[in-house]
Protein backbone atom coordinates (compact mmCIF):
# COMPACT_ATOMS: atom_id res chain seq x y z
CA UNK A 1 0.00 0.00 0.00
CA UNK A 2 1.64 3.70 -1.06
CA UNK A 3 1.40 6.58 1.01
CA UNK A 4 -1.61 7.91 -0.56
CA UNK A 5 -4.00 4.80 0.67
CA UNK A 6 -2.73 5.51 3.75
CA UNK A 7 -3.81 8.76 3.95
CA UNK A 8 -6.89 7.86 2.40
CA UNK A 9 -7.52 5.29 5.26
CA UNK A 10 -6.68 7.48 8.08
CA UNK A 11 -9.10 10.30 6.94
CA UNK A 12 -11.87 7.36 6.27
CA UNK A 13 -11.38 5.72 10.09
CA UNK A 14 -10.07 8.88 12.20
CA UNK A 15 -12.24 8.36 14.83
CA UNK A 16 -11.16 4.85 15.10
CA UNK A 17 -8.10 6.88 15.58
CA UNK A 18 -9.45 8.94 18.32
CA UNK A 19 -10.92 6.26 20.43
CA UNK A 20 -7.79 4.28 20.43
CA UNK A 21 -6.07 7.76 22.04
CA UNK A 22 -8.63 8.01 24.19
CA UNK A 23 -8.48 4.93 25.80
CA UNK A 24 -4.71 4.70 25.81
CA UNK A 25 -4.79 7.64 28.12
CA UNK A 26 -7.80 6.85 30.49
CA UNK A 27 -5.53 3.61 31.61
CA UNK A 28 -2.23 5.58 31.89
CA UNK A 29 -4.61 8.35 34.53
CA UNK A 30 -5.40 5.31 36.47
CA UNK A 31 -4.24 4.96 40.38
CA UNK A 32 -1.51 2.19 40.76
CA UNK A 33 -2.15 -0.35 43.61
CA UNK A 34 -1.47 1.26 46.80
CA UNK A 35 1.27 -1.02 48.91
CA UNK A 36 -0.03 -2.78 51.86
CA UNK A 37 2.35 -1.68 54.76
CA UNK A 38 2.72 -3.83 57.62
CA UNK A 39 5.08 -1.31 59.59
CA UNK A 40 1.81 -0.76 62.09
CA UNK A 41 0.09 -4.10 62.82
CA UNK A 42 2.62 -4.98 65.98
CA UNK A 43 2.45 -3.32 69.20
CA UNK A 44 4.68 -4.24 71.89
CA UNK A 45 4.44 -3.43 75.45
CA UNK A 46 7.26 -2.70 77.89
CA UNK A 47 7.75 -2.88 81.60
CA UNK A 48 10.12 -1.88 84.32
CA UNK A 49 10.98 -2.76 87.78
CA UNK A 50 13.45 -0.81 90.19
CA UNK A 51 15.32 -1.77 92.83
CA UNK A 52 17.34 -0.22 95.41
CA UNK A 53 21.06 -1.61 96.54
CA UNK A 54 21.77 -1.50 99.90
CA UNK A 55 24.53 0.48 100.12
CA UNK A 56 26.37 -1.67 103.02
CA UNK A 57 26.21 -4.83 100.74
CA UNK A 58 28.84 -2.96 98.74
CA UNK A 59 30.79 -1.67 101.56
CA UNK A 60 30.52 -4.75 103.90
CA UNK A 61 33.61 -6.81 103.68
CA UNK A 62 31.38 -10.30 104.18
CA UNK A 63 30.13 -10.19 100.96
CA UNK A 64 31.91 -10.45 97.53
CA UNK A 65 29.06 -9.58 95.68
CA UNK A 66 29.70 -6.35 93.89
CA UNK A 67 27.48 -3.99 92.48
CA UNK A 68 28.81 -4.31 88.55
CA UNK A 69 28.22 -8.08 89.09
CA UNK A 70 24.74 -8.08 89.75
CA UNK A 71 23.74 -7.16 85.56
CA UNK A 72 25.86 -10.21 84.71
CA UNK A 73 24.32 -12.37 87.06
CA UNK A 74 20.87 -11.15 86.32
CA UNK A 75 20.99 -12.15 82.27
CA UNK A 76 23.40 -15.36 82.77
CA UNK A 77 23.39 -19.20 84.70
CA UNK A 78 20.74 -19.81 87.38
CA UNK A 79 18.76 -16.80 87.46
CA UNK A 80 17.54 -17.10 84.20
CA UNK A 81 16.86 -20.89 84.34
CA UNK A 82 15.31 -20.28 87.74
CA UNK A 83 12.71 -17.70 85.64
CA UNK A 84 12.64 -19.81 82.70
CA UNK A 85 10.49 -22.06 85.42
CA UNK A 86 8.65 -19.78 87.10
CA UNK A 87 6.86 -18.32 84.50
CA UNK A 88 6.47 -21.46 81.63
CA UNK A 89 9.02 -20.93 79.18
CA UNK A 90 9.90 -23.71 77.29
CA UNK A 91 12.76 -22.62 75.59
CA UNK A 92 16.69 -21.94 76.10
CA UNK A 93 16.45 -19.32 79.36
CA UNK A 94 19.64 -17.78 77.34
CA UNK A 95 17.16 -16.76 74.92
CA UNK A 96 14.75 -15.10 77.41
CA UNK A 97 17.43 -13.72 79.12
CA UNK A 98 18.24 -11.37 76.05
CA UNK A 99 14.58 -10.12 76.05
CA UNK A 100 15.73 -7.90 79.35
CA UNK A 101 17.71 -5.14 79.78
CA UNK A 102 19.05 -4.65 83.22
CA UNK A 103 21.18 -1.37 84.56
CA UNK A 104 22.92 -0.17 87.64
CA UNK A 105 23.61 3.00 88.63
CA UNK A 106 26.10 3.96 90.44
CA UNK A 107 24.87 7.33 91.45
CA UNK A 108 21.47 6.46 92.90
CA UNK A 109 21.84 2.67 93.80
CA UNK A 110 18.87 2.31 91.36
CA UNK A 111 18.84 -0.99 89.77
CA UNK A 112 16.16 -1.60 86.86
CA UNK A 113 15.17 -4.49 85.39
CA UNK A 114 13.36 -3.77 81.64
CA UNK A 115 11.32 -5.70 79.43
CA UNK A 116 9.39 -5.58 76.03
CA UNK A 117 6.69 -7.91 75.52
CA UNK A 118 3.75 -8.65 72.78
CA UNK A 119 1.31 -8.04 75.48
CA UNK A 120 1.21 -5.85 78.76
CA UNK A 121 0.96 -8.74 81.31
CA UNK A 122 3.70 -10.53 80.30
CA UNK A 123 5.61 -7.72 80.23
CA UNK A 124 4.93 -7.11 84.02
CA UNK A 125 5.66 -11.06 84.72
CA UNK A 126 9.10 -11.03 83.17
CA UNK A 127 10.14 -7.96 84.72
CA UNK A 128 8.79 -9.22 88.09
CA UNK A 129 10.05 -12.61 87.71
CA UNK A 130 13.31 -11.30 87.12
CA UNK A 131 13.69 -8.49 89.76
CA UNK A 132 12.31 -11.20 92.36
CA UNK A 133 14.42 -14.30 91.30
CA UNK A 134 17.80 -11.71 91.14
CA UNK A 135 16.82 -10.48 94.64
CA UNK A 136 16.41 -13.96 96.10
CA UNK A 137 19.50 -15.40 94.20
CA UNK A 138 21.51 -12.59 95.39
CA UNK A 139 20.81 -13.12 99.03
CA UNK A 140 21.33 -16.98 98.99
CA UNK A 141 24.80 -15.48 97.24
CA UNK A 142 25.83 -13.53 99.52
CA UNK A 143 24.94 -16.06 102.48
CA UNK A 144 26.72 -18.94 101.17
CA UNK A 145 29.83 -16.58 100.65
CA UNK A 146 29.16 -15.61 104.35
CA UNK A 147 29.79 -18.83 105.50
CA UNK A 148 31.99 -19.87 103.38
CA UNK A 149 34.53 -17.20 104.64
CA UNK A 150 33.22 -17.88 108.57
CA UNK A 151 34.40 -21.98 107.97
CA UNK A 152 37.51 -20.40 106.45
CA UNK A 153 38.35 -18.42 109.31
CA UNK A 154 37.16 -20.97 111.57
CA UNK A 155 39.41 -23.57 110.29
CA UNK A 156 42.38 -20.70 110.23
CA UNK A 157 41.55 -20.30 114.02
CA UNK A 158 41.96 -24.01 114.39
CA UNK A 159 45.24 -24.15 113.09
CA UNK A 160 47.07 -21.46 114.52
CA UNK A 161 46.19 -22.54 117.56
CA UNK A 162 47.69 -25.85 117.44
CA UNK A 163 50.28 -23.95 116.46
CA UNK A 164 50.15 -22.23 119.40
CA UNK A 165 49.97 -24.85 121.32
CA UNK A 166 52.81 -27.14 120.00
CA UNK A 167 55.28 -24.30 120.48
CA UNK A 168 54.22 -23.03 123.90
CA UNK A 169 54.50 -27.08 125.01
CA UNK A 170 58.10 -26.98 123.05
CA UNK A 171 59.39 -23.94 124.59
CA UNK A 172 58.13 -25.77 128.58
CA UNK A 173 61.37 -28.17 127.77
CA UNK A 174 63.68 -24.93 126.40
CA UNK A 175 62.31 -21.67 127.15
CA UNK A 176 65.46 -19.27 126.37
CA UNK A 177 65.48 -21.09 122.59
CA UNK A 178 65.71 -17.82 120.41
CA UNK A 179 64.01 -19.60 117.47
CA UNK A 180 60.73 -21.12 119.05
CA UNK A 181 60.59 -17.94 120.96
CA UNK A 182 60.49 -16.32 117.60
CA UNK A 183 58.24 -18.65 116.03
CA UNK A 184 56.06 -18.39 119.32
CA UNK A 185 55.53 -14.79 118.74
CA UNK A 186 55.21 -14.91 114.92
CA UNK A 187 52.38 -17.42 115.07
CA UNK A 188 50.53 -15.65 118.18
CA UNK A 189 50.38 -12.25 115.89
CA UNK A 190 49.23 -14.46 113.23
CA UNK A 191 46.56 -15.64 115.93
CA UNK A 192 45.62 -12.06 116.91
CA UNK A 193 44.91 -10.58 113.41
CA UNK A 194 42.88 -13.90 112.17
CA UNK A 195 41.19 -13.42 115.59
CA UNK A 196 40.32 -9.74 115.16
CA UNK A 197 39.07 -10.89 111.30
CA UNK A 198 36.74 -13.48 112.75
CA UNK A 199 35.08 -11.24 115.40
CA UNK A 200 34.70 -8.59 112.51
CA UNK A 201 32.96 -11.20 110.39
CA UNK A 202 30.80 -12.64 112.90
CA UNK A 203 29.75 -8.92 113.59
CA UNK A 204 28.83 -8.19 110.38
CA UNK A 205 26.47 -10.89 108.65
CA UNK A 206 25.83 -9.63 104.62
CA UNK A 207 22.97 -6.81 104.48
CA UNK A 208 19.80 -7.33 102.60
CA UNK A 209 21.12 -7.17 99.39
CA UNK A 210 18.13 -4.97 97.48
CA UNK A 211 14.92 -3.28 98.29
CA UNK A 212 12.12 -2.22 95.82
CA UNK A 213 11.78 1.33 95.13
CA UNK A 214 8.53 3.40 95.81
CA UNK A 215 5.44 2.58 93.57
CA UNK A 216 6.85 -1.21 93.27
CA UNK A 217 4.62 -2.42 90.34
CA UNK A 218 6.87 -1.83 86.99
CA UNK A 219 4.85 0.61 84.55
CA UNK A 220 3.66 -1.02 81.64
CA UNK A 221 2.72 0.82 78.38
CA UNK A 222 2.24 0.70 74.53
CA UNK A 223 5.76 1.21 72.42
CA UNK A 224 5.72 2.64 69.43
CA UNK A 225 4.23 0.57 66.56
CA UNK A 226 6.98 -1.95 65.34
CA UNK A 227 8.98 -1.38 61.84
CA UNK A 228 8.51 -5.38 61.51
CA UNK A 229 7.22 -8.03 63.31
CA UNK A 230 9.25 -9.60 65.97
CA UNK A 231 11.54 -12.54 65.62
CA UNK A 232 9.72 -15.59 66.83
CA UNK A 233 9.80 -16.48 70.08
CA UNK A 234 9.84 -19.72 72.05
CA UNK A 235 7.05 -20.84 73.45
CA UNK A 236 5.37 -20.47 76.74
CA UNK A 237 3.93 -23.56 78.64
CA UNK A 238 0.37 -23.72 78.62
Same mark, same amino acid.
Given at each position: ?D?PSL????R??????L?L?A?G?AL +???P????V???S???T !?Y????????N?T??? +?S?A?S??Q??????T????M??????GY? +?N??V???E????YD???????????????????????A?AD????Y????Q??? !??D??A??????A?L? +??L??L??????K??DP????????V??? !???????D??L??SP?S????P???RR?SS??????A????????FAA
Amino acid at each position: MDNPSLLVAARRRWWVILVLAAVGFAL +GALPAPAKVEQSSAFTT !YYARHTMLLNNETSLS +GSTAVSPNQVPLLATTGEVPMRVAEQIGYT +GNPAVLATEVIVAYDLNTGALTVETTQANAALAVQVADAFADTLNAYLIERQYQI !YQDRVASSISRLALLE +GKLGDLTRQLAGKPNDPVLIAQRDAVSRQ !YSVAFEQDQTLTESPPSWPSQPSSGRRPSSRPTSPAASAPPPREPFAA
